[in-house]
């Protein structure tokens, strides 16, 4: 199955749930089943809302270059296979709103720091959420490490659109599809073909096979309870033998909550000779009154002692989460033992439950360290080379991603000359964030009426206190290493240094530690305070006249460089000295030094561009022409600086930084 709520929650293959289609009003109207198991759905997730807000960014130009190490997860399958080294994968569903996916981009760049196999992406039923489905699969194809997989079903489908779509993924760098029949279209009680269209799973596989060879990887649906409209599980075993034997390359099955039906199911399909991987689907249990609603929906079988042990704890939604979760690692537990190669979650675009099954059973580590401190992408060239970024992008990571994608030279981990960096031109896709929420949605974040600087100091306040989600500039809330700064960071902004990116100073911490570490195992990181900010011309000169006449901050111990929309510069950085200054380093064993973050005085004014713009792009379309508050973002946008800072004594750390500015403030 699927989950849908926009998942494809699959009773026993019937009822899908659509994503997004029943909220906006332009999709017809789901099939009973499939309403009811939006509303099931519904119950599980906080992530279901309604549709609206910006237009989505188009990715699929950027998308169309990348060409990914190994495509398939087929192939990555077999490999943890031959390895005897179990996979998990993610399911996710296109949220109903531009804030859901917002929130939905956030949760699966931290999932996918989990590393899981591969991630995919259901398809609505009848395609009501295509657009969004593509969108969303684009997206994580390029930005995630995980491989990304797109659900396809045949409703609602003639052909030709079906070949559309496959050409969309295909643009957008994806490489794998779960070939499915889907539900009924809405309104329908039984399937029917689309005219030109296909009528089973396993023509769409053979159409897939036939049209594009091995270019995608293709799963198809199990079914362990026998799909909800097969004659009998016999024949549905011979008709998913047929789907495989069309060309599909593994299969993932229905939710199960009997882990010995499914491995009854599992010899019983081995006997007819269905070889290919099989991954079985486990959905944890969110809350008892969607879990009774969602089993009785799909008609899954619950064994007796499961139904006991919630029955007695229904009322106490933690403890039900809890049992979930307990009951999660002891079915992941009994299947691997028996063998099953993998395991594949619903996750309802939730995260914890997921994330605590799979510690529980030893598959990650409390905290998986990636092996930089930013995430690397899969782009050919670069997930092998790179392994230097300016520090700018830190909160914008996919602006960054996206412009350089033409770089394709990475000599010594970074770009080829760092004095001329060829980062591409600025684009509306680079302003548009992906979290930018609608007019409205940003309106409430940032203020419907803002008439003096103070109303955005606040602003910037109320984002580093974490009373407010994201900042045009921070597409994510703030770094768990900024949260301990965040009362000075606070203070700081409501004085009006409107501070946009920063990290603390850190002198030998271990490469495990949850807040800063990175980069594996048994080493040590480093990182030098860091801020950045924007501020007005008066209180730039007070930062100068401070640093040039306390001793204390002489010999370099503090860079600066500050520059004006118009490319004004001031700065103590000499032209003689080098332009580029590592403020992220680390020391591992048997490795050179690792250098991933710097302060690169060329990159910075392509950054300032950039974050200039988007006081116009994101903040200044809030207010009418005219009105005080245009003014007001107009006038912080053509007269502040972008200043960044480096306190390059990193083993007295952010007490100098603070010391400074404590000063200042004074
Ligand atoms: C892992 C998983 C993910 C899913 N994701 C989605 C999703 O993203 N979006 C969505 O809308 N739905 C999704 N579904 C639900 C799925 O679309 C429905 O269960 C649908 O009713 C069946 O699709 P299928 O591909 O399994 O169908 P098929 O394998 O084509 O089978 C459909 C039915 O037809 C029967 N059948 C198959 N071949 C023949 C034949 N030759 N002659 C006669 N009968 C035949 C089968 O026994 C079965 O009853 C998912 C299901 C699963 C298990």
Redesign the pocket.
Known sequence: ??T?SS??V?AN??G?V?GTGASNGSSPSPPPGVAAAVQVLSTLTDAVQEVGGVPAPSVETIQAKLVSKDPQIIKHMKKHMAEGKPFYSFEYFPPKTREGVSNLYARLDRMDMLEPLFMDL????GGSNSDLALEIAGTAQGMCAAQVML?L?C?NMTQSDIKATLERAKKAGIRNI??????PPKGMEN?VATEDGFT???ELVTYIRKEYGDYFGIG????PEG????ESLE??IA??K??VDCGADFI???LFYDCELFLTWLKRIREVGIKCPVIP?IMPIQNYNGFVRMTSFCKTHVPQEIQQSLEAIKDDDDAVKQYGIDLGIAMCRRLLAAGVPGLHFYTLNLERSVAQILEGLGLITPKMNGRLPWKQSLVTNRSKKEDVRPIFWANRPRSYLERTFHWDEFPNGRWGDSSSPAYGDLSDYHLCTFRAGSLDERRKLWGSNPTVPLDLFRVFSDYVTGKIPRLPWCDNSLQAETVPLSDFLSRLNLAGYLTINSQPAVNGVASSDPAVGWGGPGGYVYQKAYIEFFTSPHNLEKIMKQLKNDPEYGHGRITITALSVKGEQQTNVKLGDKRVNAVTWGVFPNREIVQPTVVDQDSFVVWKDEAFALWLSQWLPLYEEGSPSHDLIHQVHDTYYLVNMVDNDYVRGERLMNNFFERLLA
Do not use: E, F, P
């Open positions: 199955m699927s849908a998942a494809s699959t293959g019937n899908i659509n259901t398809w609505g039923a659900h079903t409703t779960l070939a499915l029949r889907g539900d399937w089973t799973a396993a198809v649906s199990g079914y799909h909800i409209q097969a024949q549905d008709y998913l047929a789907k993932i099955t229905q689907g």
